[in-house]
């Protein structure tokens, strides 16, 4: 735990200005990120009495190990390079809200020549225009549905859309009215444009003119007598208000606004959003966070706005924006925020009437999603951390594992040996800082020097961190490699390109800025999948390092029998045990991602052609030679000044293609299996390369048939 004063700025150092500050741990990594209308009297509050500080200020101060701060113009500057930062450095200090689940949206992709209408989730995209959110995807169905007698825009995809095209015949929709066919010419690219826009002002809230519309439009059928069509009409008026009935006007004066609520107690916070446009609720949200700082509502507030309007633009930030409390101070917030909108943006507390009757309903919701995270979470967090304290005591470990790194190898019969690192803090999965190697130091299949390997290459990946941020010791042992010589690891879901031994290129450092960095963690607790042999291995590639403060542990699949590096007898856990129910599941998941990524590698290279050897062909124009020439075996035939005939292909390219093809051997002849016959005219036919193949998980169930054939 670090002294504050020990890193305390000197006086007169600190600017009397706006600016954003960062503080970073030990390991140069920033934990925490603030903003300042004067830095030298926010800072100054950081370094006073520690007896004085909130816990959780307290926390984070003796964490710290540096202050570092940025001087801006304005207060609405910093606004602004705060939001980058956390974005940028995602501090563990500070207010993150978790998302429970990805909202879907009504989109539409006015980006298209054919815009299409459909559920869209995850950032949003250039061009289209997005409705919502929903809360379920079966609702925007349901009202796209509806408004699709009215307004009938193409709701295919793009595949289905181009058969059409092909064929000259529509879907079921454009045969029962619901899709004008523009695939087949039905009409053309203007008109069907202008029923998207059509379709667009509806969904803003501007309802009424196309009702009033229909209904001058019905009266003048009937008037005509062409009673079908008026009746025609009229379903149509009646599904354009059965599709207004589904979000009920709660503002009468169409009102565009969000209103924000929070609900909290002093560990957690918990925002719920409405949106409301043209006067009707459009979409609901919610977010829950950990109050790892001491905040006010106001600040749970700017935390909120900050995240649902940072990345918009335009009319997706409203009018008005009505808060339970104000930011303090409230003017940047919603200086910033016209700015984003490029009108004035209000931000206020409702008062009176609607606005607050309103406010209280989202208030209500607040508190009730506060209650049920809370009734959810409480068994989890019981039930994680019983199981870390049970394996800590099991181990004989000095204090509960928080970060567990398990490995696994796995390879077909000798071939394609890979190895994957699986991430589990807190008994929760860390997918983004999951890797995977290569094995690259032999060949053939030995599980135990490979699991040596892989923990040598991570290891020495850390200790380069290590020495990069200052906390090398001379007392390390580098006989075997030193540091420097190692490349950084990999990212996340690609290859390690460190090859073991003195062949290792060197290592380029990025700029110490206190992102994530690779390899920079330790764990407390390294798993490995295997016996005894494994362990050792991975027991003596830390030694061999010098590294002496990470436990290591192997778990037999066999038995489920926990193993020691210098016991010559495994630790039986109780099957009823939540410490070896966690480790099974950390041992699962690597298996899982080992065999997925050999899996991969070995379908990549059972698609590979010659044309993957060609140096600087890309897979479009790959797929241009495949596509022109009909076959690997026609263009191993063709000219050089054939092959200049494909679009994208130079004279040069061409002739490194046909040095490829005549120095690659030719593949097999195809041989029909139902009648023997050779088809010489397939020879080669198949693409030079495919899309990647499609990951197949392997559960922890469907794991031990496998273990015969795949490890």
Known sequence: MADPSSYRPKPGQIPDTPGVYKFRDEHRRVIYVGKAKSLRQRLASYFQDLANLHPRTRTMVTTAASVEWTVVSTEVEALQLEYSWIKEYDPRFNVKYRDDKSYPYLAV?????????????????????????????????????????????????????????????????????????????????????????????????????????????????????????????????????????????????????????VAEDELEAAVQIFHVRGGRVRGQRGWVTDKVEAVTTGDLVEHATQQLYGEETGDSVPKEVLVPALPDPVEPVQE?????????????????????????????????????????????????????????????????????????????????????????????????????????????????????????????????????????????????????????????????????????????????????????????????????????????????????????????????????????????????????????RVRDEAHRFAITYQRAKRAKRFRSGPLDDVPGLGESRKQALIKHFGSVKKLRSATIDQICEVPGIGRKTAETIAVALAQAAPAAPAVNTATGEIMEDDVDAAPATTAGPVEEPVTAGASDERRGQET
């Not at 390879?411 to 860390?430: I, K, N, P, T, Y």
């Open 109 to 261: 992709t006015m980006n298209e020549e054919f815009p299409r209408v459909q559920v869209m989730r995850g950032h949003k995209k250039k061009g289209v225009r997005y409705f919502g959110p929903y809360g379920h995807a079966w609702a925007i169905r349901d009202t796209v549905d509806l408004l699709l007698r009215v307004f009938p825009v193409r709701t295919c995809s793009a595949g289905v859309f181009k058969n059409a095209a092909r064929t000259g015949r529509p879907c079921l929709l454009g045969y029962i009215g619901k899709c004008s066919a523009p695939c087949v010419g039905r009409v053309s690219p203007e008109e069907h444009r202008e029923l998207a826009e059509e379709f667009c002002d509806f969904m803003a809230g501007r309802t009424g003119t196309y009702i009033r519309r229909q209904e001058q439009q019905m009266a003048e059928a009937a008037e005509e007598m062409e009673y079908e069509r008026a009746a025609r009409l009229r379903d149509d008026i009646e599904a354009l208000k059965k599709a207004m009935e589904k979000s009920a006007v709660v503002l009468a004066d169409a009102t565009d606004a969000d209103l924000i609520a």
């Open 336 to 584: 910033w925020l016209t700015a984003r909108r490029g009108s004035n943006v209000s931000l206020r507390i409702p008062q009176r009437g609607d606005k607050k009757a309103l406010m209280e309903t989202v208030q209500r919701n607040a508190l009730q999603a506060l209650a049920l995270h809370k009734t959810k979470r409480a068994s989890d967090l019981t039930t994680r951390s019983r199981a870390l304290e049970e394996i800590a005591e099991a181990l004989d470990l000095d204090s509960a594992p928080l970060r567990i790194e398990c490995y696994d190898i796995s390879h077909l019969q000798g071939d394609d040996v890979v190895a994957s690192m699986v991430v589990f803090e807190d008994g929760l999965q860390r997918k983004s800082e999951y890797r995977r190697f290569q094995i690259k130091g032999f060949a053939g299949q030995d599980d135990v020097r490979s699991m040596h390997e892989v923990i040598t290459r991570r290891f020495r990946r850390y200790l380069v961190e290590k020495e990069k941020t200052g906390e090398w010791t001379d007392g390390a042992d580098t006989s075997a490699e030193s540091p420097s010589s190692v490349a950084a690891g990999p990212e996340p879901g690609t290859d390690a390109d460190g090859t073991p031994g003195g062949e290792v290129p060197e290592i380029t450092f990025t700029e110490d800025d206190g992102r994530p960095k690779r390899f920079a963690y330790p764990p407390q607790l390294v798993v490995v999948d295997g016996g005894r042999p494994q362990v050792a291995a991975a027991k003596r590639a830390l030694d061999e390092l010098g590294i002496d403060d990470i436990a290591v542990c192997g778990l037999a699949k066999r038995l489920e029998e926990v193993w020691l590096p210098d016991d010559d007898d495994p630790v039986v856990l109780p099957r009823s045990s939540e410490g070896l129910y966690l480790l099974q």
